[in-house]
């Protein structure tokens, strides 16, 4: 007979500590953050450290624990593995450590990795600019639980499904990587210029920079709008949960972007402000009033702009700028275009442009193949948790 029992019943449910960045060292613990907690991984490309304190010890992190984010992109679950300790845990992101030997830790992770449960987050949270879970919400989440030698079952499906999706979103993963050292190769480090290019700032590379608008977006409307959240730390587009929007005739050029403008994130937390991106898409699409449209001239590339952009200097150089505004950080239009930059010959620029669209091309083709074994996961994901695996 399978049973039922509430989250906190089979697990402890932790609340993580508001870690100051001002305290952040070079080595040490690392701060897990709700930016880390993505769809059924964690993510640490820009990791960050704490002193080891015993204060602290509450907040340790331990393998197998299951981390949820429960502000924003809420109900996103990992698993954290040995790799990535020692580790602390940050505010606003969950934990969810097993107490129970009725239940395996991989087979708890999958039952929550699940999309219905996400949706479920998402229409269960509260807030309207931002989307918040509690953990004593959390506490009362009915989990689906068979036998032992059942949940090992639908593990070893799972962790196989998962494995063979998981290569072929590494080989995505490569290609960015091929592209930041390609960047470094042709033009070398932005921090050092070791190339001795002529140094310009953002503004004399760009013609227009437009602030989005601040009209209400729902879940209808003749364009669809890009928010903050459709924006990646990476440098790339999403476009997941878009919502939507009416523009008046007079709106239409100044607040939708086309082929080739490139996406500022303006607003956010100190960790995500300055998120840049290439819109390479063909549709119109709406931008919000926390992105600036920023159209280059005839002297730079978008995407050598882009690229310069997402680069881990300036990465570094934009949480040093921005400014703290009631707990967002942010970095206006004009601050934006003060940034220095290097101006490398438009010819060269064009030539890495040409790689990057080879590149973007096969990462579509690759996109295509992981949505296939996305549904394909999430089938087995459904059969296994309604007992029908």
């Not at 219905?116 to 989990?143: D, H, M, P, Y």
């Not at 449209?293 to 952009?309: D, I, P, Q």
Request: proline share 2%; net charge positive.
């Amino acid at each position: 007979m399978v049973e039922y029992k509430k989250l906190n019943e089979i697990a402890t449910i932790i609340n993580g500590y508001a870690f100051k960045s001002s305290k952040y060292i070079t080595n040490g613990y690392r701060v897990i953050r709700i930016t880390n907690v993505q769809k059924g991984f964690l993510c640490d490309d820009d990791p960050k450290y704490y002193a080891q304190e015993n204060s602290l010890s509450k907040y340790e992190l331990f393998e197998k624990d299951i981390l949820i984010s429960l502000t924003g992109n809420v109900g996103r679950v990992g698993f954290v593995e040995k790799d990535i300790l020692p580790a602390y845990l940050n505010q606003r992101v969950g934990c969810i450590r097993i107490n129970s030997e009725t239940i395996l830790p991989r087979y708890l992770f999958h039952f929550l990795n699940n999309d219905l449960f996400e949706q479920k987050c998402i229409k269960e949270a509260k807030g309207i600019a931002q989307l918040n879970l509690s953990t004593e919400w959390l506490k009362n989440v009915r989990v689906r639980v068979p036998s032992l030698e059942e949940q090992q079952r639908i593990v070893k499906i799972l962790d196989k499904a998962e494995e063979i999706r998981t290569k072929k979103k590494l080989a995505n993963e490569k290609l960015d990587e091929f592209l930041k050292s390609t960047f470094i190769d042709m033009f070398g480090d932005p921090e050092f210029n070791n190339k001795n290019w002529e140094k310009v700032v953002i503004r004399d590379v760009v013609k227009d920079v437009k602030y989005g608008t601040s009209s209400k977006a729902g879940l209808t409307g003749t364009y669809p709008i890009l928010r903050m959240g459709n924006l990646t730390y990476n440098g790339a587009i999403v476009l997941d949960d878009l919502k939507y929007i009416d523009l008046k005739e007079s709106e239409i050029d100044k607040y939708t972007v086309h082929k080739g403008d490139i996406l500022f994130n303006r607003t956010n937390s100190k960790e995500l402000v300055g998120k840049t991106a290439v819109y390479r898409g063909t549709n119109t699409v709406a931008f919000a009033g926390y992105l600036v449209r920023v159209r280059t001239n005839n002297l730079a590339h978008y995407e050598f702009l882009s690229a310069f952009m997402n680069s881990s200097y300036m990465k570094k150089k934009l949480q040093m700028k921005c400014k703290n505004i009631v707990g967002m950080a942010n970095i206006n239009a004009q601050e934006f275009q003060d940034f220095d930059i290097y101006l490398p010959p438009i010819d060269l620029q064009n030539q890495f442009a040409q790689i990057v669209q080879k590149i973007e091309a096969q990462k579509e083709k690759n996109q295509k193949v992981i949505e296939q074994m996305d549904n394909l996961f999430n089938s087995l994901m459904q059969q296994a948790f309604n007992g029908e695996l």
